[in-house]
């Protein structure tokens, strides 16, 4: 690793002043958490892509649509997206979550294929298949990401 503990004592001398010394520590801490998020990410991944498509394939069968593919992503902010294409990305750290909340998040991408909004549609399809929706999204909204 470019930016590890050896690598940043060996180089203490060398930095320069206060700023740029906060700066380059600042950038180094931020590679080696993305590295350990990196590992994990590879580790589950293939985990929550199984969880995933065999949830979807419930899922397609009850409302009747089905997306064009499925992606597992690292993502920070969000546990999913669809696009235009029909294409959902679903956040690995899915894995981690109660089963109801996987349900949700699922059930909530794939009825962007049907409704890309979130209007009074899109929640009564959502419900026809998730009833405590509501509940659930108020507990990953309060469940952070990371």
């Known amino acids: 690793m470019k930016y590890g503990i050896r690598y940043l004592l060996e180089n203490i001398v060398r930095i320069g002043s206060t700023q740029t010394r906060k700066y380059f520590f600042k950038r180094a801490k ?3 958490c993305s590295v350990s998020s990196q590992k994990e990410y590879l580790k589950y991944k293939e985990k929550a892509r199984t969880l995933v498509h065999d949830r979807m394939r419930i899922y397609s069968q009850f409302y ?3 997306p064009e ?3 597992m ?4 902010t969000r546990w999913g997206s669809c696009s235009k294409k029909r294409n959902i990305s679903i956040n690995y750290r899915i894995f981690f979550l109660s089963e109801q909340q996987q349900d949700y ?3 909530h ?3 962007h294929i049907q409704e ?3 209007s009074k549609k899109f929640w009564a399809l959502v419900e026809k298949a998730c009833p405590e929706y509501k509940r659930i999204r108020t ?3 309060r469940q952070k990401i990371h």
Do not use: P, S
């Open 30 to 32: 931020k590679r080696m």
């Open 64 to 66: 009747g649509f089905t």
């Open 69 to 71: 593919k499925i992606f």
């Open 73 to 76: 992503r690292n993502q920070k």
């Open 105 to 107: 998040v699922v059930i």
């Open 109 to 111: 991408e794939l009825c």
């Open 116 to 118: 890309f909004n979130h």
């Open 139 to 141: 507990e990953l909204r």
